[in-house]
């Protein structure tokens, strides 16, 4: 009886070769791959500063169209807020205008600044100052503080002396006259009935004057000598001088 010898095959399996090969590959595309990272990497490195510089130009960018934004923004809020102050302000005069014009009373002239008062002494006057003196320009528009009647008209002082230049006394009724001084002008004649605020002489620098400007008084008479003080008298009428 002859012996069967079984050889054992030393040949590895198809699959196991197949299973060596696969991890071969695997393994090789890893160090592959790890190679071309690191190459990859190692490549691009020098670039990676203009990547950030990129970022952060972009980030900027952003940053000047938001602020320009704000800007323009804050501006609009400014210029609405000033033309709020600018119609409030209009609003404010125009009403204290009304205000105004509703009171009896006004003064002689609209600007002016004020100079020598109601009982003012020197060597200028022979007797203390007898009126309210108005700085204006010669030429000066003066108005009727109130409404009444032109009853002294004319140089001379329209007859109260030629200290007083050139000068108009309007009768107010009730024992209550004013008297407009240093005129250059005389628009109005006596009997005239006048309304407030109407036109009825320009100022100047007549008679006894050191420089131009208007003297207006407040008289329980016509005539010189009965002057009260004509800013207290204007100021309980609501007229601030």
Avoid: C
């Avoid at 990129?54 to 804050?74: C, E, F, I, R, Y």
């Amino acid at each position: 009886m002859s012996k069967r010898v079984t050889f054992q095959s030393r040949r590895p399996s198809v699959s196991r070769m197949r299973g060596a090969v696969v991890a071969a590959g695997l393994g090789t595309s890893m160090v592959l791959g790890a190679g071309a990272a690191f190459a990859a990497g190692t490549a691009d490195a020098p670039q990676a500063p203009a990547l950030v510089s990129s970022a952060t130009a972009d980030s900027v960018a952003k940053q000047a169209v938001a602020q320009d934004k704000a800007a323009a923004k804050h501006a609009a809020e400014k210029k609405a807020d000033a033309a709020k102050k600018k119609e409030a302000a209009k609003k404010k005069a125009a009403a204290k205008k009304k205000a105004i014009a509703k009171l009896p009373w006004e003064t002689p002239v609209s600007k002016y600044e004020l100079s020598a008062g109601f009982g003012n002494d020197g060597s200028r006057w022979a007797h203390k100052h007898s009126g309210q003196d108005f700085a204006v320009p010669i030429g000066t528009k003066v108005e009727a503080a109130h409404s009444g009647t032109i009853v002294k008209a004319g140089p001379n002082g329209g007859g109260d002396g030629p200290a007083y230049g050139n000068a108009i006394v309007i009768s107010h009724g009730n024992g209550t006259y004013s008297q407009y001084a240093h005129l250059s002008q005389i628009d109005v004649h006596i009997g005239q009935h006048v309304k407030k605020g109407e036109k009825i002489a320009l100022s100047g620098n007549t008679g006894n004057s050191s420089g131009p400007h208007l003297h207006f008084e407040i008289r329980t008479t016509p005539n010189y000598g009965s002057a009260v003080n004509p800013v207290n008298f204007l100021h309980k009428h609501g007229i601030n001088v």
